[in-house]
């Protein structure tokens, strides 16, 4: 396998979101790589400027951030031609993990091919690697997300290219990679949300070591969603047999659903529907099933009830 670690420089509409192009919010300028082989040794470098179509002039904040000069792309060749090579250099994709400081470029990197109706060579579902989070879990408390900078002085790495282009990222990025355990790492692999399942043939799920991951069909609205049978579902991710709802799922605030169920071999399972939302304005869920201890299962018991007394109040006010 290669490990392609990536990082994109993008620039925006300078005018504001209210003149921007809603296909494209975010234009690619530039693109920075760093292959590993299978032992995470460095074997390659790509790093090309793009010319930009789009937005001709640099937003406040992209210039801020890249000091660099509009100037310095007019010579650079277009994001058709430029991904051609870079997808080329990558080599096939099949031996290929991409690997990145977030889940954004990944993202980015669709919504610009999409844009100039470049097809799509990635599988489904896209794998990758979130070094940021990857980082967090191994080092950390597993829910902080730090930036680059910040984790390349935390581990002394050197500081020999600038923060903010896109090689140099790359090159810090796989240089965190590096230092991280190769075993554990693989096994909290991310999946990429840019294409989702559009039918109930393409819904999948992912088991991990402590909990289970299920990412659904689109739904028109959220009731729809929570109403199916596969969204609803509690079953034991170790032994496959269904467990007993004790709290059936309930929202707080419209975006995660909470649940807890009993699976009389295992315990308890504490379920969690993120809601997210399509391009097209509607919604699939992200379902997570986790065992948990009695404390834990307490707080959700304790969460449901909170949330029935301030329902109650309300009604009462009302």
Not at 29 to 38: E, M
Not at 44 to 69: A, N
Not at 126 to 131: E, N, R, V
Not at 216 to 240: E, L, N, Q
Request: hydrophobic share 30%; proline share 5%; aromatic share 12%.
């Amino acid at each position: 396998m290669n490990y392609i670690v990536f990082d994109l420089e993008w620039n925006q509409c300078p005018g504001g979101k209210e003149k921007e192009n809603k296909k494209l919010p975010f234009e690619i300028i530039q693109i920075g790589a760093v292959k590993l082989d299978d032992q995470w040794e460095e074997c390659g470098q790509f790093q090309e400027k793009i010319r930009p179509r789009v937005y001709h002039s640099f937003h406040r904040h992209t210039q801020e951030v890249l000091h660099m000069d509009m100037k310095a792309f007019r010579k650079a060749r277009p994001f058709y031609e430029v991904i051609p090579s870079f997808l080329e250099w990558c080599g096939p994709m099949e031996d290929a993990v991409f690997c990145s400081w977030g889940p954004q470029d990944l993202l980015e990197l669709q919504r610009n091919m999409r844009f100039y109706h470049i097809k799509n060579p990635f599988p489904f579902p896209l794998y990758y690697l979130d070094i940021q989070k990857i980082f967090s879990l191994q080092r950390e408390d597993g829910c902080s997300r730090k930036n680059l900078q910040s984790v390349v002085d935390a581990l002394e790495l050197p500081k020999d290219q600038p923060f903010h282009e896109a090689l140099g990222d790359a090159s810090y990025t796989a240089g965190i990679l590096q230092t991280l355990d190769k075993e554990q790492a693989l096994k909290y692999f991310s999946v990429d949300y840019y294409r989702t399942p559009q039918s109930r043939k393409e819904e999948f799920q992912i088991r991990y070591e402590t909990y289970q991951k299920f990412v659904s069909k689109p739904f028109r609205t959220k009731t729809d969603a929570m109403r199916d049978r596969k969204v609803a579902a509690t079953r034991c991710y170790i032994c496959g047999k269904p467990a007993r709802k004790k709290i059936r799922w309930f929202t707080g605030n419209s975006k995660n659903y909470y649940c807890l169920a009993r699976c009389e071999e295992h315990g308890w399972l504490k379920g969690k529907n993120r809601m997210k939302k399509t391009e097209n304005g509607d919604f699939f869920c992200v379902k997570t099933l986790k065992l948990v201890s009695d404390a834990e299962a307490e707080t959700i018991i304790q969460k449901k009830e909170a949330l029935k007394q301030k329902q109650k109040r309300c009604r009462k006010e009302e």
